[in-house]
Nanobody, 121 residues
Framework: QVHLVESGGGLVQPGGSLRLSCTAS????????MAWYRQAPGTERELFAH??????TIYADSVKGRYTISKTAENTVVLQMNSLKPEDTAVYLC????????????????WGQGTQVTVSS
């Protein structure tokens, strides 16, 4: 069983910063990649930051230059969010995919429960 737990959401004023963390635990070795999605009410879930095991990162244009995804430990990623805007308000969800465990590969996605980020004055 695999669990992803996010932390670090909250309320911040426009222009402020927040730091989110996501840690995977359970029956895991490592993942091919970990990512952050977000979903605002009435909108589709958006992939905006991705980190591969090789260290490559990809960002959506909506967050490029403001957000940074990095790995701080095996199976832990951190999202540094700067210059936050009201339109960044959403539930932020951590995703992990492509699990390698005990010599086997599982082409599966795993999700955290999400953490609320609200940008408002």
């Amino acid at each position: 069983q695999v669990h992803l737990v996010e932390s670090g959401g909250g309320l911040v004023q426009p222009g402020g910063s927040l730091r989110l963390s996501c840690t995977a635990s359970g029956s895991i070795g490592y993942f091919n990649g970990m990512a952050w999605y977000r979903q605002a009410p009435g909108t589709e879930r958006e992939l905006f930051a991705h980190y591969t095991r090789t260290g490559s990162t990809i960002y959506a244009d909506s967050v490029k230059g403001r957000y940074t995804i990095s790995k701080t430990a095996e199976n832990t990623v951190v999202l540094q969010m700067n210059s936050l805007k009201p339109e960044d308000t959403a539930v932020y969800l951590c995703n992990a995919h492509g699990l390698w465990y005990d010599g086997s590969f599982y082409n599966t996605q795993y999700w955290g429960q999400g953490t609320q980020v609200t940008v408002s004055s």
